[in-house]
């Protein structure tokens, strides 16, 4: 009977989609994880005090001097670090079709501000280097590494604008000389929260609101909670850091994970560890993202250029203060607590690159590789796909329509006339000028094409109570997955064989029931009347 009434269980089977990860999973211990220190656990004392360094009591006339400093003490670190994909800005990458290309933000092109070439002196305020204005900046001088802009503890570094990624005038390089240490997140944010020109322009769950988050926020750095900094995450040896940005590489590997902490098993229920077997942590985990700002879910570059009838620019911004409108970029369009798009996901990926003819519109800047049937003999990578949670960013961007290929405009300048968009508000002259720079063609005939670029989540993971449940996916209603149709997900959908069986089934089981336990009425009665 016990068999029997578990079965019916599984068919009626309504109960199973009401639960949440709260109900199927009742921990109410400290989770069991591996390679982290809890916070009550690590140590307070810091690195060395560099304020008593004798090298460092000096009054630095440039900041070639402070990498000179430093590197006089910290031997082969500057080896270590012009290894680095963050030095060079690219990293050989082996593309599906495309064999081992340089890949990386020197020469990827995005549906943000495009693409950095002809306009580095003002993109590189985020590379970690002095001087790279233009194609000939030198990777191979170790002076031109900049330190502070990572071990900055003192809250005063900051880089100038269209300086070429050397110090604002205003920054004390003495005294933050002095005031050193780990990496926080201050560091790393003031490029990855700031990426594309604006605070959650481009991720969608890293921004400003991760310096000091609540828990609905992120629970991994919580103030009031284990107050992580992204080195715990993105460990780091001889400079290397662990984790790759999946809009910006393709092969699956040196990558940062949940599992490397909470490892394959996280859950005391089963049930949903074996979900963790083909569903990537982040799909029940981060329900929502742009939590704490809004982020840019849509740039149209083809309406930028638009004056006022004095021929100034024109800035427009909604209620939150994000831009509608700018004449240099166009139009966008923002949103907060954005549901994800779920998609099969390998850790793979490809790259629509400047050279590479338009095939599809929307024109794919990366596509994420997998699907469901991605696993075992089929698996073509190191572990079966996943469904991940992604944000899509939607553009609008120039493209030549004779030789179907994307342009890298010029964008930036500091004077007018030199063919840089932003200043002289002309197509033609930024097309030519960019691709020109890039000793690319340019037939003289362009347009505005649609382009889509996905980028997956990892950050702004929710509280356990704010996971998923059952019902948010295992449902024919507005379910989660419903765009993932090429898989049968049970409560989702529905197939007529099945459904026959499983009702026959059912109504064989209840009549067996039925028949049952009237016969044994039937007997006990005759029983007692023998």
């Known amino acids: 009977m016990k068999y029997i009434s578990f079965l019916i269980l599984l068919f009626l089977g309504s109960g199973f989609t009401n639960l949440s990860a709260e109900e199927t999973d009742s921990v109410s211990v400290k989770l069991n994880v591996q390679n982290y220190t809890w916070k009550a656990d690590r140590k307070t004392s810091s690195i060395a005090d560099h304020s008593s360094f004798e090298i460092l009591q000096q009054d630095f006339e440039n900041a070639h001097q402070v990498t000179e400093a430093c590197i006089s003490c910290h031997t082969k670190r500057d080896e270590e670090i012009m290894a680095t994909s963050h030095w060079n800005w690219e990293r050989t990458e082996l593309l599906e079709g495309k064999g081992e290309v340089p890949l990386g933000k020197k020469n990827i092109l995005n549906n943000f501000c495009i693409g950095i070439s002809g306009s580095e002196a003002t993109c590189t305020r985020c590379h970690i280097g002095y001087g790279w204005k233009d194609k000939e900046f030198d990777f191979d001088e170790p002076l031109n590494i900049d330190c502070l802009v990572c071990h900055d503890n003192s809250g005063t570094y900051e880089k100038g604008k269209g300086a070429a990624g050397y110090p604002a005038e205003h920054v004390n390089l003495s005294y933050v000389a002095r005031h050193v240490g780990t990496p926080k997140r201050e560091n790393c944010g003031v490029c990855h929260f700031w990426g594309g020109g604006g605070n959650n322009v481009k991720h969608g769950d890293l921004e400003i609101s991760l310096l000091e988050p609540s828990k609905k926020i992120d629970v991994h750095m919580a103030v009031e909670g284990e107050d992580m900094n992204c080195v715990d995450c993105h460990k780091t040896e001889n400079h290397q850091m662990a984790g790759k940005l999946y809009a910006l590489s393709s092969e699956n590997k040196n990558r940062a994970t949940c599992e490397q902490c909470h490892t394959a098993e996280p859950h005391t229920n089963r049930l949903l560890n074996e979900h963790n077997i083909r569903v990537a942590c982040q799909t029940c985990h981060i329900p929502t993202y742009a939590k704490g700002n809004s982020t840019k879910m849509v740039w149209d570059w083809s309406t930028a250029g638009r004056l006022d009838d004095d021929g100034n620019q024109i800035h427009e911004s909604d209620a939150d203060g994000n831009h509608n409108y700018l004449s240099i970029k166009g139009t966008f369009v923002y949103d907060d607590h954005v549901v994800p ?15 590479d003819k338009i095939d599809t519109v929307p024109v794919q800047m990366n596509s994420l590789a997998g699907s469901y049937k991605d696993k075992g003999a089929n698996q073509k990578s190191t572990s079966p796909s996943k469904i991940w949670p992604v944000k899509v960013h939607r553009g609008k961007q120039i493209y030549d329509t004779e030789y179907n290929t994307l342009i890298q405009p010029k964008l930036w300048s500091t004077e007018s006339g030199d063919s840089a968009y932003w200043v002289d508000f002309n197509w033609d002259e930024s097309a030519a000028a960019g691709m020109k720079y890039l000793g690319l063609p340019y037939s003289g005939h362009y347009d505005f094409v649609e382009t889509e670029m996905y980028w997956p989540l990892n950050h702004m993971v929710a509280p356990k109570e704010q996971s998923l449940n059952c019902k948010d996916c295992h449902t024919r209603n507005n379910s989660r ?50």
Request: net charge positive.
């Open 341 to 355: 798009e779920y998609y099969w996901f390998n850790g793979i990926a490809n790259h629509q690159l400047i050279t």
């Open 481 to 530: 997955l419903a765009g993932l149709d090429d898989f049968y997900l049970p409560g989702r959908d529905q197939n007529k064989f099945l459904d026959i069986s499983g009702f026959s089934m059912l109504a064989f089981i209840l009549l067996f029931v039925f028949a049952h336990g009237s016969l044994r009425l039937l007997t006990r009665k005759n029983k007692k009347e023998h």
